[in-house]
């Protein structure tokens, strides 16, 4: 099993300037290999040549031969290692990435053709493919020498290794608003976890997640005021740094620098630049609250139920824009924009499906048709069900529940069915089981769960199929 760990890191000045050339290095190995293998590529379409090859192997060889080439002479003053595992190797992922998707049916700029990294606008990192070393709160960076950690690096409960017995196997050295910082991937034992049988539906929201369970239900609030302040001061900042100057930019001489077109080239000021970067600040602690959330949500989650159901949505599809073309219009298209600025400023949906990816011990999921609108005491579907955007009020029968209690108990209806019949979940932690059978046999003795009590699955009411 992997985890990740985050420390901040504190170079020198003379060490700074290193990570800053290593980051440039593997940048332009990158670049360099992706140009010559359109060339190379290009050659194949006429002919000239075999196909070229894309693995992480022939990047690697081909930086080699670039390293020995002449004008090179610097990249052999720098790490090989780190900048291999920097230009060459991520390229062979990307490309790997770009027909793996070219086989799943994707065409043109859905499926991802590698594309040129720019200084500036790609985030400056460089990697420690192997051999990493994290001994009393200091990081060895190779050719660069031993970097101090912050102090929660030797805590055994903030920031630092909590696995005993873990391994260090590679690192990822990053610059975020002009501070250096670290992440470490720790190779580590599988977890003692007992396993349990305990069943939790989660209805997923812009607002607020709902998790539904045999024995109760609770609503997870996403924390909205915190998120809220950060999202207003960056739109503040943002504004006052589109009214401050752009300046030209001088060279040694004094003398405007200009492009091939003969126009200055203009630079931010330093009032500018330094609104940017408050505003950059406060962009990271709402994003870090979210994540945050994210994590504390979907770990205890995991550590509570042993089969996790969520519905199949395509958060990107979601958040698609509904102004449609001029021959066939939008509708709502304003109030669909404020949903997905809602959902991209606030929502969780998606990052929290990641995450439970890898904690959960069984992640199922099942169709999101109709678990808003059916009702989960009659099953019976109708979209004059949902008049209240936060109350559910069937027709039918009048049962009456938070509309988003109603859909997660919706879910977990569908998720408990789905093992009823004997189907392996998606497997998140172990591998795949015939979860259906043990599920039917146990009696679960929950003793993690929130409700402090024994599930009998078998004393389960009938469940309705949502249609």
């Keep these: 099993m992997h985890r990740a760990s985050r420390y901040r890191l504190y170079p020198n000045q003379t060490q700074a300037r290193q990570f800053v050339q290593l980051c440039g290095a593997g940048r332009f190995v990158y670049n360099e290999l992706l140009a010559e293998q359109k060339r190379e590529y290009a050659r194949f379409e006429g002919g000239e040549r075999e196909r070229p090859g894309f693995s992480e192997f022939d990047f690697a060889r081909r930086y080699a031969r670039l390293k020995a080439q002449e004008g090179h002479e610097w990249l052999r003053e720098l790490s090989s290692v780190v900048v291999r595992g920097t230009g060459a190797f991520p390229l062979g992922a990307a490309f790997a990435h770009f027909s793996r998707r070219i086989r799943e049916g994707k065409k043109g700029k859905q499926a991802g053709f590698p594309r040129f990294k720019v200084k500036g606008r790609s985030r400056e990192s460089f990697t420690i493919p192997e051999d990493v070393k994290v001994r009393n709160k200091r990081l060895w960076v190779p050719k660069v020498g031993w970097i101090r950690m912050n102090r929660k690096a030797a805590s055994r409960t903030r920031g630092a290794d909590p696995w005993d017995g873990g391994e260090a196997k590679v690192a990822v050295v990053y610059r975020e608003l002009d501070k250096w910082y670290v992440s470490v991937l720790w190779e580590v034992p599988d977890p003692d976890w007992r396993w349990h049988g305990g069943v939790c539906g989660l209805d997923r929201n812009s607002e607020n997640l709902a998790a539904d369970w045999i024995g109760g239900q609770k609503l997870i609030q996403i924390p909205y ?57 406060a962009k990271r602690k709402a994003a870090e609250i979210r994540k945050d959330f994210s994590h504390q949500c979907s770990a205890d989650l995991a550590r509570l139920f042993g089969h996790i159901v969520l519905e199949e949505l395509d958060v990107q599809a979601m958040r698609r824009s509904a102004r449609g073309t001029r021959e066939k219009p939008g509708k709502c298209v304003k109030a669909k924009s404020a949903l997905n600025r809602k959902m991209a400023q606030f929502s969780c949906m998606g990052m929290v499906d990641r995450f439970l990816q890898y904690k959960a011990m069984d992640l199922i999921r099942v169709p999101a048709r109709n678990t808003s609108r059916a009702c989960a005491e009659c099953g019976h579907v109708d979209k004059d069900n949902r008049k209240e955007q936060a109350r559910f009020i069937c027709l039918a029968c009048g049962h009456t529940d938070n509309a988003d209690a109603n859909a997660a108990r919706n879910i977990l209806n569908l998720g408990l069915e789905k093992l009823l019949a004997g189907g392996a979940p998606v497997t998140g932690r172990g591998e795949d089981n015939e979860a259906g059978a043990f599920f039917m046999e146990c009696l679960v003795d929950t003793v993690n769960d929130p409700s402090t009590m024994q599930w009998n699955y078998r004393d389960r009411p009938e469940f309705h199929t949502i249609s």
């Design 225 to 281: 005021e915190r998120i809220k302040k950060y999202e207003a001061r960056t739109r503040h900042c943002q504004w006052r740094a589109s009214r401050r100057e752009w300046i030209e930019l001088m060279n040694d001489a004094g003398e405007p620098v200009c492009t091939k077109s003969g126009k200055p080239v203009k630079v931010a000021s330093n009032r500018r630049r330094q609104l940017q970067q408050r505003a950059a600040k």
